[in-house]
């Protein structure tokens, strides 16, 4: 069965940092680029990163570009979202994506697997 299980949210200061990770089964991961997406209240799911199969890219939206770093550990079967000085409006639920292409996560449209989703708040 098909996995993708989110850890590392949490409640942060603004300012502050946390380390999310997706811990995926096997047959989605090695060849699959992944992504991370989040939605807050009263607004749609947006695309937050997203890393190609190998690592070599990455893809960030405007809003986190500088603060937010994804990576993948191919051994350990898990991508990561760094996310540093983290502001107020970065409070959402987070979820983790797999595409066997990188483009339906990077541009928009079906994404085969999703995460349940972990909660980040950024307190003011």
């Known amino acids: 069965q098909v996995q993708l299980v989110e850890s590392g949210g949490g409640l942060v200061q603004a300012g502050g940092s946390l380390r999310l990770s997706c811990a995926a089964s096997?047959?989605?991961?090695?060849?699959?680029?992944m992504g991370w997406f989040r939605q807050a209240p009263g607004k749609e799911r947006e695309f937050v990163a997203a890393?190609?199969?190998?690592?070599?890219?990455?893809y960030y939206a405007d809003s986190v570009k500088g603060r937010f770093t994804i990576s993948r550990d191919i051994a350990k079967n898990t991508v990561y979202l760094q996310m540093n000085s983290l502001k107020p409006e970065d409070t959402a639920i987070y979820y983790c994506?797999?595409?066997?292409?990188?483009?339906?996560?990077?541009?928009?449209?079906?994404?085969?697997?999703w995460g349940q989703g972990t909660q980040v708040t950024v307190s003011s």
């Open positions: 994506a797999a595409d066997s292409q990188v483009r339906s996560l990077v541009v928009g449209g079906r994404v085969d697997y």
């Open positions: 096997g047959r989605i991961f090695s060849g699959y680029p």
């Open positions: 890393i190609t199969w190998n690592g070599v890219n990455t």
